[in-house]
C-alpha cells in the first residue's frame, strides 16, 4: 500500500508543466480562438515531441508505453494551462482503444500516427450525442448500439455546435454504420466502449482539478494584489473562507482522481465507479472554484478582457464531456445502493 | 503507486478481526460521558490492552505493538467493523501520547505512557479557558515557579470527561510577564491535588461529564513540564498535529457511520425523496473520500514527507460531513427522530440522535472551522493575515 507518485512521475509533471506555461499562455488561447479551427499543428507537433499524444501508445508502436497513473498528472497540467487540444479523445481514450484492438480489427497504423503526432482522433460516446475535435481529426471511433465503429471523418457530415467555451469544437455527426467500418461489437464492443467512458471521464477529471488549481490561484493572488477599504480583500474572512472552502473541496477531490488511475491502470474490478465518484467530485470543485473565483474578481471578473474566464469555460465544458456530473452521479448510486454492496471501514482497497 | 495491502497487512487485518470478534462486548456499554459508563469503558480499554491493541503504533515498550501509521488504518477499520466502545481516553492516547512521545523525556515517556496505554490513567486537556476560546494565545491560567514546584493559579474549562478523569495536560503561562503565545508552557497536572476543582458542566446531551476546572495555588512538581519552559505553544502545535488529527478522527469511523446511513436509507427508501437519497449517496462518497486522502497522507508521510496546516483541510472535512451525514439520517428518520431511544415508538432510531450531539460540536472543538479556514486561507493559499 502505497498512495504515492514516484519521482519520474513527479518529474514528468513539473516538465510539463513548464513546458505548458512557456507554449500555452493566455495570449495564445486567445489566438486560437480566433483561428479557423481554433487548433494549432504546431502546438501539436511540440506536444507530439514531449511525447504526450502517443502516452499511453506501447512502446514498440512508438509511443511512451506509460499508465493512466502516469497521465492522470500531465492532465493536471493540460487543465492548468487550460489547453483545449483534443488530448482527451486522442491520447487517453483513443490511443489505448486502438492498442487493446489487434491490427486484425484495424488499430492497423494508427497507434504510430498518434504517437508521432500525425494523427487527432475524435471518440463519440454513449453519454452524449457530441463529438468533440471532429473537424481537425483524421479517425473518427464512433459508436453504434454494441458496435464501435472506425470512420473516415470524409464519409460524415459534420455539424458544429457553437458553445460558450470558444476553445470547444464540438459537432453532431451524421454517419451510416457499415459492416466495413465496424471494428468492435457485442460484448467486445460494449467493453471498449464502456473503457472509452471510464477513461475519458477519468482524462476529464484530472484536467478539471488543474482547471481548479488554477481558478484557486488566480482568485487568491487577485485577493492578495487588491486593495479595498485601504487593505487587501483577502485579509478579509468573508474572502478567506470562500477561498479556503474551495481548496478543501479540490483537495479531497484529488485522491478519489488518483485512486480512479490506479483502478483503471489496474483494471480493478470497481473501475467504473471509481471513475464516476472522480468526475462527479472534480466537476463540482472545479465549478465551486469557477463560481468563488469570479465572485472573488468582483466586475473585472465578469470581463471578457480579464483572462479568468478561460479557466471558467473550461469548467463548465470538461464538466459536460464524457458524462455530466448527474450521469456519474447515477452510476455511484447504483452501485452504492446496490443490495451486494461492499461498503463500511475496510472496503475501500 | 500501489493500492494493494501487502500479504503482512492483511495478516494482521485477520489477527484484529479474530480478535475483536472474540472480544468486543455484545451488549453495547453505558456512555461514557456517565460515571458507570466511563468505568465500563476503562475495563474495556483494559482489555484491549491485555490483547495488546491498546494503541498498535506505540513501540512495545510502552505498550504498543510498534505498528506503522498504515497499520493503525487497518486496525482502525477493524476496529470500527467491529462496533467496539468509543475510547474514553482519547485526549490522552491519541492527543497527548504523541506529543509525549516527541517532546517527553525518557522518565517521562516511561511514568505517563504504559498507564495511559492501559487507562489506569484517563486525560482530560486544559487549553480552553473563559476568556480564551478560539483565541487561545489569551491563556490567563499561570504557574509559577517556586523552587522544585509551579504553583498553578486560573481555570480551565470545556474539559472532555473531565469530571472523571485522573489527570490533565494544559498550556499555562509560566512567565507572567509574557504576552500571547510567549511565555506559555506545557503541563501534566493531576486532579486530585489539593487547590484544584473540578466542576462538572451538562452539555448538550443532558450528562455532565464536561468539566471547568478551578486552580487555586495547587503545586505541581516541576518535573510535570513537558518540553522547554516557555514555549508550550511550540510544544502543542508541534509536528505532532497531523498524526494526533488522523488518531483521533481516523477515517474508518466515518466509513462506519455512512454504511449506516446507507443502511437507513434502505430499510426506509419509500419515505424519502430523491434529494435525501443523493444526500445519502454524497455522504458515502465523501467517506470515501476522507479515506483516500488518509491513505495519501500517511503514505506521504511514510515516505519522509511531512504534513503542515493541510491538517486543518482535514478537521473541517470530517466535522462538516459528521454533521452532514447525522442530519441525513435524523430526516429519513421523520418524526421519530427527535423521540430518545426510550420513548414507545422509537423503533430503529438506533444512536443519531446521540450522535448528531456529538456532531454538533465537531466544527467547534480542536479549533473551531473558522480558525481552520483563517489557516487553510493565509498558510496554504498565503493570503494576509
Not at chain 1, 28 to 50: D, P, Q, T, V, Y
Request: hydrophobic share 45%.
Amino acid at each position: 500500500m502505497q498512495f504515492i507518485f514516484s519521482e519520474d512521475q513527479l518529474a514528468l509533471q513539473e516538465t510539463v508543466r513548464d513546458f505548458l506555461a512557456g507554449e500555452c499562455p493566455p495570449e495564445r488561447i486567445r489566438a486560437l480562438w480566433e483561428s479557423e479551427s481554433g487548433r494549432s499543428a504546431e502546438l501539436w507537433g511540440k506536444l507530439a515531441e514531449l511525447g504526450i499524444p502517443g502516452l499511453l501508445v506501447p512502446e514498440d508502436r512508438g509511443g511512451m508505453g506509460q499508465s493512466e497513473i502516469d497521465a492522470v498528472l500531465i492532465h493536471e497540467e493540460i487543465g492548468r494551462a487550460g489547453l483545449a487540444e483534443p488530448l482527451v479523445s486522442t491520447a487517453a481514450v483513443a490511443a489505448p482503444l486502438l492498442a487493446e484492438l489487434g491490427d486484425a480489427e484495424r488499430a492497423g497504423p494508427w497507434l504510430e500516427r498518434i504517437a508521432g503526432g500525425e494523427a487527432i482522433v475524435a471518440v463519440g460516446n454513449e453519454a452524449s450525442p457530441i463529438v468533440a475535435d471532429a473537424h481537425v481529426a483524421r479517425l473518427l471511433l464512433l459508436s453504434h448500439g454494441d458496435e464501435v465503429h472506425a470512420v473516415d471523418p470524409a464519409d460524415v457530415e459534420s455539424v458544429a455546435q457553437p458553445a460558450t467555451d470558444p476553445a470547444q469544437k464540438l459537432f453532431r455527426i451524421g454517419w451510416k454504420p457499415r459492416e466495413s467500418t465496424c471494428i468492435a461489437a457485442g460484448k467486445r464492443g460494449r467493453a471498449l466502449q464502456a473503457a472509452a467512458l471510464d477513461r475519458g471521464a477519468l482524462a476529464c477529471a484530472a484536467q478539471l482539478l488543474g482547471v481548479g488549481d488554477q481558478l484557486l490561484a488566480m482568485a487568491s493572488s487577485y485577493a492578495v494584489a487588491r486593495k479595498q477599504f485601504g487593505k487587501p480583500i483577502g485579509s478579509f474572512q468573508a474572502v478567506k473562507h470562500q477561498l479556503a472552502t474551495v481548496k478543501v473541496q479540490i483537495e479531497y477531490a484529488r485522491p478519489m482522481v488518483h485512486r480512479a488511475a490506479w483502478s483503471v491502470a489496474e483494471a480493478i474490478p470497481g473501475r467504473s465507479v471509481h471513475v464516476s465518484m472522480a468526475k462527479l467530485a472534480a466537476a463540482e470543485a472545479a465549478a465551486q472554484a469557477a463560481r468563488t473565483a469570479l465572485q472573488v474578481h468582483g466586475a473585472i471578473g465578469y470581463t471578457w478582457e480579464q483572462d479568468l474566464h478561460i479557466w471558467m469555460r473550461r469548467a463548465w465544458s470538461l464538466g459536460n464531456a464524457w458524462g455530466t456530473i448527474s450521469f456519474h452521479r447515477d452510476r455511484v448510486t447504483d452501485a452504492v445502493l446496490a443490495p451486494d454492496a461492499r461498503l463500511g471501514p475496510g472496503t475501500t482497497f | 503507486m500501489d493500492l494493494r495491502y501487502t500479504p503482512e497487512q492483511e495478516a494482521f487485518r485477520r489477527e484484529a478481526r479474530a480478535w475483536l470478534e472474540r472480544n468486543v462486548p455484545k451488549q453495547p456499554l453505558h456512555s461514557f460521558d456517565t460515571k458507570q459508563g466511563f468505568e465500563e469503558h476503562r475495563e474495556w480499554e483494559k482489555k484491549l490492552h491485555a490483547g495488546g491493541f491498546a494503541m498498535v503504533p506505540w513501540p512495545v515498550e510502552y505498550g504498543g505493538r510498534g505498528a506503522d501509521l498504515l497499520e493503525w488504518l487497518v486496525f482502525e477499520e477493524e476496529y470500527y467493523r467491529a462496533e467496539a466502545p468509543g475510547r474514553v481516553n482519547q485526549n490522552g492516547i491519541f492527543l497527548l501520547g504523541p506529543t509525549l512521545m516527541e517532546y517527553g523525556t525518557p522518565a517521562q515517556k516511561a511514568r505517563y505512557l504504559p498507564k495511559m496505554a492501559s487507562s489506569d490513567e484517563v486525560w482530560a486537556q486544559g487549553w480552553s479557558e473563559p476568556n480564551a476560546g478560539s483565541d487561545m494565545a489569551a491563556i490567563q491560567a499561570t504557574a509559577i515557579r517556586e523552587g522544585d514546584h509551579y504553583r498553578i493559579r486560573g481555570q480551565k474549562t470545556w474539559a472532555s470527561r473531565g469530571a472523571f478523569a485522573h489527570w490533565m495536560f494544559g498550556l499555562f503561562r509560566t512567565d507572567p510577564e509574557s504576552k500571547r503565545h510567549q511565555g506559555l508552557s506545557f503541563i501534566l497536572v493531576p486532579l486530585d491535588l489539593p487547590g484544584v476543582l473540578v466542576r462538572p458542566i451538562r452539555k448538550l446531551n443532558g450528562k455532565a461529564a464536561f468539566a471547568e476546572v478551578f486552580f487555586d495555588g495547587a503545586r505541581v512538581p516541576a518535573e510535570n513540564l513537558l518540553g522547554p519552559e516557555g514555549d508550550g505553544w511550540g510544544v502543542a502545535m508541534s509536528t505532532a498535529g497531523f498524526e494526533r488529527g488522523l488518531m483521533l478522527r481516523s477515517p474508518a469511523r466515518f466509513q462506519s457511520t455512512a454504511e449506516k446511513l446507507v443502511a437507513l436509507y434502505r430499510e426506509n427508501a419509500e419515505r424519502c425523496d430523491a434529494s435525501l437519497r443523493r444526500r445519502v449517496v454524497e455522504c458515502w462518497i465523501a467517506a470515501e473520500a476522507y479515506t483516500l486522502e488518509t491513505y495519501r497522507t500517511v503514505s506521504r508521510l511514510l515516505a519522509g514527507g511531512r504534513i503542515g496546516a493541510e491538517a486543518s483541510l482535514n478537521k473541517i472535512f470530517w466535522s462538516e460531513l459528521d454533521l452532514r451525514m447525522h442530519e441525513a439520517a435524523l430526516e429519513i428518520l421523520g418524526w421519530r427522530g427527535e423521540l430518545l431511544p426510550e420513548a414507545e415508538l422509537a423503533t430503529g432510531v438506533g444512536a443519531w440522535l446521540d450522535g448528531y450531539y456529538f456532531a454538533l460540536a465537531g466544527p467547534i472543538y480542536a479549533g473551531t472551522n473558522e480558525i481552520q479556514r483563517n489557516v487553510i486561507a493565509e498558510r496554504l493559499l498565503g493570503l494576509p493575515r
